[in-house]
Each structure stands twice: as structure tokens, then as C-alpha cells.
């Protein structure tokens, strides 16, 4: 069956460093992944999405990669601030029917100043 | 500005009550969607629809059904509530292949 990993569920680092998130999936051929920001009590909000002839995908200080070889997404925040720390989910089309997604169960970032 | 709003925050019900949870957006999507979200576990799929009157179980269906009637409209409901269904319940819309909007979520307590 479909399976969606992000490895870390937790992520601590330091104001101004880099974060990087990993999401792996398997058995599957998704023709675009997505990634959301998911504050406590709220509901998730998009932030980037790209697709499987899309390497890689840029917004403001967010990158997104995506290596269907690997099947793999890196998700990237440069320069990181205390403000960036949320649950960041992945998500990636169900199989059948293909319009709904399914998403990973996130990997909550802390940044510290 | 986009919006999909869930007509209620908070929910407190009985054991054996029938819930409503309504969800309506505004911005003409032919998709819409019901998660749950637990500590653990993660946004699980519970039903989505594609149109009007369709709907399509997702991974978790059993102890709920929804209702369709209008584009803009997406209804979820508990047939009998149990205590294993206290959740935050969260609606979303898309156009297919694009973005998911969700809505503020519901906190349900069954109690």
C-alpha cells in the first residue's frame, strides 16, 4: 500500500541556520508532491507544490526538491527564524481516484533565537 | 481571499448522539474533504468528493457518511458518536491537482 515517511518528528535548530525536512514515500508514482505549514490548533496551510518533471521549486526562503529516482522530497528554510517554528506535513494524490491527498504525519520545527 | 469555513470550533456530544459537521467554501472547487487529526497518527482521510452527490470512501470510513447536496456544501456525519471519534475534524476543498484549503477545523469531544 501507499506509505508516506517524514523521518524527523522533531527538529530542533538555531535562528538564521537552514532547516531541512524529508519526506520518502513508497510504492507509488505521485505526479506532484505538496508540502503545508500546520500551526497548533489550526488547520494546515499550503506552501509549495511540485511536480514529478519539476526538480526543484523556489518561494521566498522555502525550496522544495523532488527525486522520483529516489522517491524522495527535500524541503528546505534558509535563513530560519523563530516565527518558521510549525508542523511541517508533506503530502502526496491518493492512488485511486487521484484527487485527494494523503500526508505525512510531519515533522514539527523548533527555531530558537 | 479563499475560505473554507467549518461551522463549528468546538463540539462537545454524547455517546449515541447523531453529529452534523458542516463545511462550506466559496471558491467553486469541485473537491472537497474530511480528515481527522490525532496526536500520533497524523491527517487520515476519512470520505472526499469529486461532485455533486459523489462521494468516495477514503482510509478510514467506518462510523461515518457524508452528504453532498451542493457544490459549496460538504456535510459530515456521525451516525452514532463514540468516544473513539473525539478528534479535531478537518474539511478542505481543491480543484484537482492543485492546492488543498482547509478549513479552521472542529474540535469534537464525545463524551
Known amino acids: 500500500s501507499q506509505k508516506i515517511e517524514q523521518n524527523s518528528e522533531a527538529l530542533n535548530i538555531q535562528e538564521g541556520k537552514t532547516a531541512t525536512l524529508t519526506c520518502n514515500y513508497t510504492?507509488?508514482?505521485?505526479?506532484?508532491l505538496q508540502w503545508y505549514r500546520q500551526d497548533p490548533g489550526r488547520g494546515p496551510v499550503f506552501l509549495l507544490l511540485?511536480?514529478?518533471?519539476?526538480k526543484e521549486k523556489r518561494k521566498e526562503r522555502l525550496k522544495v526538491t523532488f527525486d522520483t529516482t529516489l522517491k524522495q522530497s527535500l524541503f528546505h528554510i534558509t535563513a530560519s527564524q523563530p516565527a518558521d517554528s510549525a508542523t511541517y506535513l508533506c503530502?502526496?494524490?491518493?492512488?485511486?481516484?487521484?484527487?485527494?491527498?494523503?500526508f505525512g504525519k510531519g515533522t514539527t520545527l523548533s527555531v530558537s533565537s | 481571499d479563499v475560505k473554507v469555513t467549518q461551522s463549528s470550533r468546538y463540539l462537545v456530544k454524547r455517546t449515541g448522539e447523531k453529529v452534523f459537521l458542516e463545511c462550506v467554501q466559496d471558491?467553486?472547487?469541485?473537491?472537497m474533504f474530511w480528515y481527522r487529526q490525532d496526536p500520533g497518527l497524523g491527517l487520515r482521510l476519512i470520505y472526499f468528493?469529486?461532485?455533486?452527490?459523489?462521494?468516495e470512501k477514503g482510509d478510514i470510513p467506518e462510523g461515518y457518511s457524508v452528504s453532498r447536496e451542493k457544490k459549496e456544501r460538504f456535510s459530515l456525519i456521525l451516525e452514532s458518536a463514540s468516544t473513539n471519534q473525539t478528534s479535531m475534524y478537518l474539511c478542505?476543498?481543491?480543484?484537482?491537482?492543485?492546492?488543498?484549503?482547509f478549513g479552521q477545523g472542529t474540535r469534537l469531544t464525545v463524551v
Open positions: 511540485i511536480r514529478e518533471n519539476e
Open positions: 510504492n507509488y508514482s505521485p505526479a506532484y
Open positions: 503530502a502526496l494524490e491518493r492512488g485511486q481516484a487521484g484527487t485527494a491527498l494523503i
Open positions: 478542505a476543498s481543491s480543484l484537482s491537482q492543485f492546492e488543498a484549503f
Open positions: 471558491m467553486d472547487h469541485e473537491n
Open positions: 468528493s469529486y461532485d455533486v452527490k459523489m462521494k
